[in-house]
């Protein structure tokens, strides 16, 4: 049987601003935590993104700043890596929708669906600004949303409830490039993309998808059941994908079109930069043995779930999406990250603050796989100084320094025999496969809590056992209770490795091992045998133990909560 490969992607972060923690866990967090879980587990998995750089909102921050519209999007771009690299979170591939292999790939996918049909010139009404006498796609304009009555809306989607935006029926639209009322609507032409044609064959297709995250079905269910309606997949603007037809001069490709044909483009240059002979196509996008899995956030559920299925099931070019983990969002305490109205937290800061372990496991206690979540600075204390702190941190400092103290030679291989006369071995092995089937089952927030349980009931054993008063009476006794929690310690610090991956080596480097080597899969795949090798000739720590997991200051924290507060009162 052919071993399945996992072609992981999360949604392209648009080049137009700083990334916030709602980004970092509701989409790039987990999809990393997920791929180095499948790396780990043996697997072939590989994690697609990249800039997504056309677009109005582009455009209109661009000139603003006096910018090259390339020269904006590149300094976005790399911003962007920068802080992901900073997180730890690790991409195969992270390319760019400007590039020219991305617009090869886009007008291959245009002119393929215009071929079949799927594709048609309409006449139709558009806003324009009967002032600066500009058309007003997208962004380009705002008014109030007709579903929620929301006063920003925009004219691609409303913010507020996730409507996508018929700009036409926007209540007092105001032109963004002069802040006019005075809008209209006009005469005008786009292409559309024919989503009604495949109402049939996507319901069909849909049907094997009631698996997926509740927050996903019924939503894509009530804008599909009765029927799909077209949409317009071409603007009028001076950055973007030029539209490949004689008679749409001046035309680009909508951003919503080319960006998510990014994930297959950044493939296939993925595979040239690797210099593999693998066909982008048939070895991985058409393949009946790639699991695609997108992580997005819910306000990308009609693109991913709908519009790109099409793309992808009418132009035959790929197989449509596997798996669609939508997360909700992660707000800020209770209300909605906003840069512009100063109610946000500075990711670059937290990092040179508190560094990626901190940071990393509190996003993931954030992630919104159910529901929204909310950011805190005192959740933030708490989850760290009392979770991470003093429960892991705790049990693995107070182990390995009274083994260090009272076996600096090691403990002998005889003392381990009580991890497995005790039933320990068999425990952990159920336990690890739990563990690695909430994780395969995009339960990565569960998943963490499910190794800081084992956490906490290893804690609660060496406090039960004290193995220093046991030490004062019988030394043997002691180093068995300390030779278990030592295979315990390993354990912890093996299933870690895709939430914390810095702490996990540090907890790694006390068995002389390295978070790539052949031991730490096997471990982390569930084969306990390879565990109990390392301890087969006995056990001898290999570095002095340290402090693991610094405790947050909460006087730091209150100043960082009055700074927010503070932001928001202006």
Request: proline share 4%.
């Amino acid at each position: 049987m052919t071993p399945m490969k996992h072609l992981i992607t999360s949604a392209l972060p648009y080049a137009n601003g700083p990334l916030h923690f709602g980004h970092i866990a509701g989409v790039y967090l987990p999809a990393d935590i997920f791929t180095r879980h499948k790396k780990l587990k043996g697997e072939r998995a590989v994690h697609i993104s990249g800039s997504d750089e056309h677009g109005v909102a582009i455009m209109q921050n661009a000139q603003k700043a006096g910018r090259k519209y390339q020269d904006y999007v590149n300094d976005w771009h790399k911003t962007h890596k920068d802080l992901f690299d900073r997180y730890q979170i690790q991409f195969d591939f992270f390319g760019q929708t400007s590039s020219d292999y991305h617009r090869e790939e886009t007008l291959k996918w245009f002119n393929v669906l215009n071929d079949k049909g799927m594709i048609e010139k309409r006449a139709e009404k558009q806003l324009q600004c009967q002032d600066c006498h500009n058309m007003l796609p997208d962004r380009f304009v705002e008014g109030e949303c007709y579903v929620c009555d929301y006063k920003e809306a925009r004219g691609d989607e409303c913010p507020n409830c996730g409507t996508w935006i018929e700009p036409l029926k926007l209540k007092n639209p105001v032109c963004k490039f002069c802040n006019s009322k005075n809008v209209r609507a006009v005469d005008s032409y786009q292409w559309y993309l024919q989503l009604s044609k495949y109402h049939a064959k996507f319901q069909d297709w849909f049907k094997t998808k009631q698996n997926w995250r509740k927050s996903v079905v019924p939503f894509v269910d009530s804008l599909s059941k009765d029927e799909l309606v077209d949409r317009a997949i071409t603007r009028d603007l001076d950055w973007g994908i030029d539209v490949p037809l004689p008679e749409a001069k001046g035309k680009k490709l909508y951003v919503w079109f080319d960006a998510p044909i990014g994930y297959v483009s950044n493939t296939k240059k993925w595979l040239e930069t690797t210099g593999s002979k693998e066909d982008y196509l048939k070895d991985w996008w058409q393949s009946k043995d790639t699991v695609i899995t997108n992580f997005i956030g819910k306000d990308n559920i009609i693109f991913h779930a709908i519009i790109f299925p099409v793309m992808s099931m009418a132009s035959g070019i790929v197989n449509p999406v596997t798996e669609l983990p939508a997360n909700q969002y992660v707000n800020l305490e209770g209300k909605q990250f906003s840069k512009s109205k100063g109610w946000y937290v500075d990711a670059e800061e937290a990092m040179d603050l508190f560094g990626p372990d901190a940071l990393r496991f509190y996003l993931t206690s954030l992630i919104p796989e159910t529901s929204d979540s909310s950011f805190t600075w005192k959740g933030f204390e708490l989850k760290i100084n009392s979770e991470l702190a003093n429960n892991l941190g705790n049990f693995v400092n107070r182990a390995m320094k009274f083994l260090a103290s009272k076996w600096p030679e090691g403990i002998p291989a005889s003392s381990f025999e009580a991890f497995v006369n005790e039933g320990r071995d068999k425990e952990l092995a159920v336990f690890i496969k739990d563990q690695l089937a909430l994780i395969d089952g995009h339960q990565i927030k569960r998943g963490q809590e499910h190794i800081m349980e084992l956490g906490a009931k290893v804690n609660l054993f060496i406090t039960e056992k004290a193995p220093w008063t046991e030490f004062k009476t019988d030394q043997a006794k002691a180093a068995e209770t300390i030779a278990t929690a030592s295979a315990y310690t390993l354990a912890l610090g093996v299933l870690l490795a895709p939430y914390v991956p810095g702490l996990s080596q540090k907890i790694l480097t006390y068995f002389g091992l390295k978070s790539e080597d052949a031991a730490v899969a096997a471990i982390y795949r569930g084969d306990v045998e390879a565990l109990k090798n390392i301890f087969a000739k006995g056990f001898k720590l290999e570095v002095s133990p340290e402090g693991l997991v610094p405790k947050i200051d909460p006087l730091k924290i209150e100043e960082l909560d009055a700074k927010l507060k503070a932001k928001a009162a202006v």
